[in-house]
């Protein structure tokens, strides 16, 4: 097949990596039962503290029971073995002495006698000797009629002392000794049996010797074997126990650490001491943190030092600005007499320096907001007042149809609500054209509005009712993949929605201004058509936003002003009533 | 139409100070300059001009320090060119005595504006007067005396006491004084009153701290009564 697909068969080829692909499930097959086997495990043993102790005690149980298992035989072997051949050789010897000697036709008595005399040995065992008797045939004599009788002589073991092998050199004897264990009534005895050699027919005797004593023996061996391997498990498990415990424990501190780590305390380090890999890993944390730490300053210092660099440009912006800004008015002016040639590049300087003048507004605007250095400047107004002021001021009077009762008072910032407004009408009238509504309500917020609750900042406040003004616009509405940066700086939308004020800034600064007073921008598409703004202010920016912001007693002018003031208020507040 | 104003400007940064006098001569008004604190206070002295425009960043002493020592002799107004971004600088500027402030990049029109507004605060328009306890304004002679004494009032602080002594025991809202005293739009900063209302206080109050004359109206601004 090889030599096939060699030749360029296609059809080959395919077969091979058909074949390949084959294969490639059951490796995944077995990858996923090791997984799934290692996930069992995980299961199982939950805490690594488990897992150590399992596999302690399982070593330990292995080494301990195998130990004492081969301890156990060995010695099993060498008890029983000694006590039998003692035993055996014993019988042999007193079988020979008391009945080698007697004649081949015997009386049941004599037999009887040899019996009895056999067992009279330090050997302690029965004895039953078999003979073929003149009178009656074969006699049975043993030394104890109820404990020893024949038919405790398996048959096998009478068979094999019965038979008669060929003598030869290499067997020098006809008839040999047999011996076999057996168990009665549960307890362990030894059996023997062997034909006496002379003249047949020779008398049999057989031998019982209990093993009771040897099992008890063994028995209290496999006992203290039995405790030992005990006493090395509680042992490993303990010393398991304790190296969990010493491993574990820089495990611990490290997740600790880590812990830390996440959470933004960059300056978290550990104790490393010691070359194990604890250690060693303890100190590839510490270089990791300190790496992270180093990157993270750094960045943040490119960060502040960019910031700083906006901050003092637009400053530095201002001073030429100024002058700028004073000379474009002489020259605007002057327009009228100019040159007509030189009156359109007069007239370019003068819009030009206005936009520039804007942009380097809303540059230092942003860095202030960036910095957290704006302030709220709080005012009691009437919001009605203000929005037509709004757009009184710029001239929208006949593009904005307004819905706003007078009466409806808010604390807030007059300038800062200035500014949003002024941008989300300007944006409004540019995108959407004319008329734009603008409503002002009050509502209470909604309980379920996350933000409102995050940005108002004080769930457990008693409900204050919040200041709505929306502007809706009659335009084509925002597209939706645009909908989520309408509120990001510079965010340059389709050609259908052109920055054409140039700063791209404006709706940014607009919901700075926003949170600033602790409210919130949301823009959405009407059913209806066209773009809706809705602002979101709290009645009362001071219990909001301005009470936290005077807590910032950053400067000594600042503080000692207030001072003046909460005490000229308190003291007012008294005379008042 | 107000006389020709006579000013002088205290700014170190010649493109500014060059471009700032000539807007303000083409205003029609008369200008001198000084690019220091030093000289300005000098010139303030060998010329006595009606109105002073003051930048805060100035090499040598700052524009609030030269506040300060013109006000221990002077109460001629001053108005401040200060930067938005230094929200600080405005309240130390307005504690230091400044009557109004500008927001640089100056647009010349808006600066004009306020220093004819400034001019206006001094003008007379009625003949009477009015007395709270022991303070009596005299709407003609434009003072104001407590207890006999002439009280040295800067031409805003004056205009903020007739102003409130116009409607007695009526509360008048922040911005509404911005309107009527200081000609500012609906945009303007109450920190202004606020501020000129304590040095009034520190001038007319017997307890500064504890105000009898001009009470604070929680929620709404600030009114005068004749003390109970």
Known sequence: MIARSRDGDPGAAEEESQKGEEHRPDDGGSTKKLRGMRRWVAGVLPSLRLRLVVVFALVALTAAVSASGIAYWLNRDAVLTRAQNAALNDFRKSLEDNAGNLPSEVECAQLREAADRMAGTTQNYEVLVTGQSRDRGSCAAASSEDDFTLAHVPASLRKAVDKRRTVDSANRHPYHLYWQRITIDGNPFLVGGAKVIGEEPTPTGYMLKSLAPERDDLNSLAWSLGIATGLALLGAMLLAQAAATTVLRPVRRLAQAAKQLGEGRLDTRLKATGSDELAELSRTFNRSAEALEARVAELSAREESSRRFVADMSHELRTPMTAISAVTEVLEEEQENLDPMIAPAVQLVVSETRRLNDLVENLMEVTRFDAGTARLVLDDVDVADQVTACIDARAWLDAVELDADRGIMARLDPRRLDVVLANLIGNALKHGGSPVRVSVRTETPQPGDAEAARLVGAPAQEPQRELVIEVADRGPGIPEEVLPHVFDRFYKASAARPRSDGSGLGLSIAMENAHIHGGWITAHNSPEGGAVFSLRLPRDAHRVAGGEMEGEADDAESSSRRRRRDGAESGDGGDGE | ?228
């Open chain 2, 1 to 228: 139409m107000a006389r020709v104003a006579f000013l002088l400007l205290i700014e170190d940064d010649d493109a500014v100070r060059t471009a700032l006098e000539m807007g303000l001569t083409r205003q029609g008004h008369r200008v001198v300059t000084a690019a220091s604190g030093e000289d300005g206070l000098k010139l303030l002295r060998e010329q006595r001009p009606d109105l002073i425009v003051l930048d805060v960043m100035l090499p040598g002493i700052d524009g609030f320090e030269v506040c300060r020592r013109i006000r221990h002799t002077d109460q001629l107004p001053i108005i401040l060119l200060t930067a938005r971004s230094d929200d600080i600088d405005v309240v130390v500027g307005l504690e230091s005595g400044a009557d109004d402030y500008v927001v640089k990049p100056v647009q010349g029109r808006v600066l004009d504006a306020r220093i004819r507004a400034v001019m206006r605060r001094g003008e007379r328009e009625s003949s009477d007067s009015a007395t709270f306890g022991s303070l009596t304004i005299d709407r003609s002679a434009m003072t104001a005396t407590k207890n006999g004494e002439d009280l040295q009032l800067t031409p805003t602080e004056l205009r903020l006491l007739l102003e409130l002594s116009r409607r007695p025991g009526q509360a008048l809202s922040r911005q509404q004084l911005l309107r009527l005293v200081w000609e500012h739009d609906y945009l303007g900063d109450s920190r202004l009153v606020d501020a000129c209302v304590q040095r009034l206080r520190a001038k007319v109050e017997d307890v500064p701290s504890s105000p009898t004359l001009i009470r604070t109206v929680r929620g709404v601004g600030y009114r005068l009564d004749a003390p109970q």
